[in-house]
């Protein structure tokens, strides 16, 4: 512009100028030649042609000048004349438009400029005659047809009295690509803006909000207008710190940064917004930006993420530890330093600003346990082992308690870099554990030791047991206890049990100690001393029971039973000691009862006697070893077979036959009863059906029933389905039942009983009169008959009492309405005795002993 402004002659005058001087100088030089030699003209014509020269010259240079300045200009330059024509053009111009110097000159700016209007150089010319430069931008083709951006700078100048323009065209094409790259580049800033989940808020140096991105709105829930006013929006946030500490408007991250001229790291702020009501909690870092060459920042821009659930999460898991009593621990062996949890710091008593090392845990371990734990701190950190202790610690303030101490080590490239652990608060459980212990192995009625704890004990006794004078069991058994309990009640007997436990501690003293091994039955236990000192225990022991037990203003007399048990000779291991005990008891039993009796060889043959007994009784009904026989049951009024009693029979290949007073109780001992019973129902429905079938009329066949088979949840099943299967309706078949069965605690007897009988079967007390509460249960049982024991008829009709007995059981029977049976019947008075009584039914020797199934149907009732 300078340039154009100068308005230099135009070039194209130049030719014109240089011929003007050639003519001056010829001129000059020609009317030098026509003067004479002396011709004082000729000295001042010879100067002036000089100076002619000279000046000419000076010119040259200048426009040669001129020249290699215009064109050493950049851009292109071009004169144009009022109808567009280029006039004159600089280097820059012809490389620029990509045509020669004489093909440009010539060229009309139309050319360049396609798009121009007609005309409008003159429009332009007249717009700006002032001479006042003005810029605009367009396009321009070169050479080759392809086009570029220009901005041209132009002036109208007058030469020759004719307006031209003077048109500086720069070619501004990497400019426009760059604008057009910084504007896409500003797109693509804005869309990650956008896109971004984070929270991005610029701030000015006053900390006015600049711009926001949708993130930032989304978590502070406001709109970009609301953030962006630039008004403080008082009252509408507080702010606190990660401790819930409020903090002022310059203690916030951008106000920091700006301040601080430093970015400000993940800084946890919590957002109170007052108009939403409620609590945010973001992760904030604030940057400073700073202008090149500038230390003061312009701006802040601040980035933040919604860390509301996280932090719940934390503070949830914080809580969760204090409840869980859970503190966490990380050592970093590399460092040496500890880490504690908060909730670590609380369960230990250390104050949470206190600094702790690895030896502020182990110090307050306790002395017990510490070299452990010190031990599998040390495995852990040298091994990479992981450990899970329980141990005791005192915190500084003198609370004791239990802890459980886990740790595991992290292993970086092989090496452990960090072993981190947790310790528990478990005194409670410990306590627990304690108490649930102790309850185990408690008897909860009498206070003493339960069957488990003796086990336990005996089992410990027998540990380095001396062979000499070793441990002994005893086992005792209280005599008609529960006949007793069955007089008193529940309450009554639980007394009982518990003053018997209070004399059986006091006889033992300081002998050993004493346990109830469930329902009437003890244990003691000696743990030294031998078989001595158990029979002194033992004599003591029954007789601490000679005195009567009151209850309830009444004196009952309970004596014991005792059985003793020694190490080794009568048990090497708790459970043989136990059976040589419990064998024992059973044979002082047998000896009348009140009395203690130590283990002897003897006892220990009955041992192997029932193991042997149970072991074949459990094969026997595989092997077909079983069969019944069947006794008569007359009519005494019309002296006719009424009914059989199906009686089983064991004929054992390697124990030959066995009655079942023998066997029975095994089976009931082993469980087998409940299958053997379950054989002899179906047997004896078969049987019945079969005489049927042959035309033999029997009423009724009667099995005996264990206590046991109750047991069996199936029973009334095993019953209906035995009648069903042999077409029987129920009232075929009774069920002898002892009182056994009533004594027995067996959950719904009563209603199984029931069921039977509604189904028709007869149910009958066996040996009735042999139990203690007989008459009690007959009123409240659903049953059809008793039949008076064996042993009542034996001494009827000489002994007086036996008699009266009998008398009354039929009276009383008779008038609840109960058939009468008299089993046992071997002689006639006492079938005449029956007879005289009413009673109804008879069975015995006196009429028959039990019958293989063929012999019945031939079988007459003997006539009277
Ligand atoms: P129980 O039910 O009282 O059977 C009567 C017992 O007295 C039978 O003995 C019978 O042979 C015997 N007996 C019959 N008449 C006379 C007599 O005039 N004088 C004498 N002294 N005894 C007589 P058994 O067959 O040895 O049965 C003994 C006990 O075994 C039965 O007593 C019964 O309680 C039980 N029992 C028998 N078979 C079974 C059965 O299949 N299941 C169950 N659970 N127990 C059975
Ligand atoms: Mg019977
Ligand atoms: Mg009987």
Redesign the pocket.
């Known amino acids: 512009m300078a340039h154009s402004s100068l308005t230099p002659p135009a070039t194209g005058e130049q030719n014109t100028g240089e011929r003007a001087d050639a003519a001056s100088t010829g001129r000059i030089e020609r009317a030098l030649a026509e003067l004479p030699a002396n011709d004082p003209l000729r000295d001042t014509l010879s100067q002036a042609l000089a100076g002619l020269v000279a000046a000419h010259r000076d010119k040259e240079a200048l426009q040669r000048r001129f020249q290699s300045l215009f064109d050493a200009v950049p851009d292109a330059v071009t004169v144009l004349d009022v109808d567009g024509r280029i006039v004159e053009a600089n280097a820059s111009a012809c490389q620029i438009f990509g045509r020669p110097r004489e093909r440009l000159l010539g060229l009309s700016v139309y050319d360049l400029n396609p798009e121009l209007a007609r005309d409008r150089l003159r429009e332009v010319i007249s717009e700006h005659a002032d001479g006042v430069p003005f810029v605009h931008q367009t396009t321009n083709a070169r050479a080759n047809g392809s086009m570029f951006p220009v901005e041209v700078h132009s002036q109208v100048f007058m030469q020759d009295g004719r307006p031209h323009v003077m048109a500086v065209a720069r070619d501004i094409s990497q400019h426009v690509g760059a604008q057009a790259e910084l504007r896409a580049s500003e797109s693509r800033y804005r869309q990650l803006l956008q896109a971004m989940d984070k929270g991005v808020m610029v701030q000015d140096r006053h900390v006015r909000v600049l711009s926001v991105n949708p993130s930032a709105c989304r978590i502070l829930r406001r709109s970009e207008q609301e953030l962006i006013n630039p008004r403080p929006q008082v009252g509408e946030w507080e702010f606190v710190d990660e401790q819930g500490r409020p903090l002022s408007a310059s203690q916030l991250p951008a106000a920091r940064a700006l301040r601080e001229r430093r970015t400000i790291d993940s800084v946890t702020l919590g957002l109170l917004d007052l108009r939403e009501r409620r609590y945010i909690w973001i992760a904030v870092t604030a940057t400073p930006l700073f202008r090149d060459g500038e230390s003061t920042p312009f701006s802040v821009i601040s980035t933040f993420s919604d860390v509301t659930d996280l932090k719940r999460d934390s503070e949830l898991f914080l809580r969760t530890q204090d409840l869980a009593r859970i503190g966490g621990w990380e050592w970093d062996p590399v460092a040496q330093r500890m880490y504690f949890t908060v909730p670590l710091y609380r369960l230990l008593d250390v104050p949470t600003d206190a600094p702790v090392s690895l030896s502020t845990l182990l110090e307050l371990v306790h002395d017990n346990e510490r070299p452990d734990v010190a031990r599998a701190l040390a495995r852990a950190e040298q091994h990479g082992s992981g450990f899970d202790l329980e141990c005791r610690i005192r915190s500084p303030r003198g609370r004791r308690r239990w802890v459980r101490l886990l740790g595991d080590a992290q292993h970086r490239a092989g090496e452990v870099f960090r072993v981190v652990g947790t310790v528990q608060d478990i005194t409670k459980d410990k306590l627990i554990e304690d108490t649930l212990r102790q309850q185990a192995l408690t008897d909860p009625l009498t206070g003493l030791a339960n069957r488990d704890a003796m086990v336990e004990r005996i089992g410990a006794a027998l540990d380095g047991a001396d062979i000499d004078a070793g441990p002994a069991v005893l086992h005792i058994d209280l005599d008609r206890f529960k006949v007793v309990n069955d007089l008193l009640g529940h309450q009554g007997g639980d007394a009982l049990l518990r003053s018997a436990g209070e004399r059986l501690v006091a006889a033992v003293a300081d002998d050993g100690s004493a346990g109830r091994f469930g329902g009437d039955e003890f244990l003691v236990l000696c743990p030294s001393g031998g078989s001595d000192r158990a029979c002194a225990v033992a004599e003591r022991i029954t007789a601490a029971f000679d005195a009567p037990f009151r209850y309830a203003g009444e004196e009952f007399s309970i004596t014991s039973s005792v059985g003793i048990g020694c190490y080794p000779t009568d048990g090497a291991t708790v459970q043989q000691l136990l059976q040589s005990a419990d064998a024992a008891m059973i044979e002082a039993k047998r000896r009348g009862r009140n009395t203690w009796q130590a283990f002897d060889p003897a006892l220990a043959r009955q041992m192997s006697e029932r193991l042997v007994i149970e072991t074949q009784l459990r094969r026997a009904l595989e092997n077909r070893e079983f069969h019944l026989v069947y ?1 008569p049951q007359v009519e005494l009024a019309r002296g006719e077979m009424h009914a059989v ?4 029979r064991w004929n054992n290949r390697v124990l030959g036959p066995m ?3 023998v066997f ?1 109780p095994y089976a009931e001992t082993t469980g087998d ?1 409940v299958r053997i ?1 379950a054989w ?1 129902i179906r047997e004896a429905c078969r049987q019945l059906s079969a005489w049927r079938a042959d035309g033999l009329a029997l009423e009724r066949v009667a ?4 206590f046991r088979q109750f047991l069996s949840e199936d029973f009334d099943e095993t019953v209906l389905s035995a009648l069903a299967e042999f077409g029987l309706p129920g009232n075929s078949l009774e069920l ?1 039942i002892t009182e056994r069965v009533l004594i027995e605690d067996v959950t719904d007897t009563l209603r199984t009983l029931r069921e039977l009988k509604a189904h028709g079967v007869m149910i009958t007390i ?2 009735f009169g042999e139990g203690y509460s007989a008459l009690n249960y007959l009123r409240r049982l659903p049953i059809d008959a008793v039949k008076i024991s ?1 042993g009542f008829m034996t001494g009827v009709p000489g002994n007086e009492t036996d008699a009266v007995i009998c008398r009354s059981i039929v009276h009383i029977a008779k008038s609840l309405g109960l058939t009468v049976i008299g ?4 002689t006639a008075q006492q079938r005449e005795f029956l007879r005289v009584q009413a009673a109804d039914l008879a ?4 009429f028959s002993k ?1 019958l293989l199934p063929d012999a019945l149907p031939m079988y007459r009732p003997p006539g009277w």
Not at 843 to 846: D, E, S
């Open positions: 006794q009693e199906a009686l089983l009655a079942p007073d029975i009863i019973g002899v099995v005996n029933v264990s002898e066996d040996d064996h089993e046992g019947v071997e069975q015995g020797y006196l039990p």
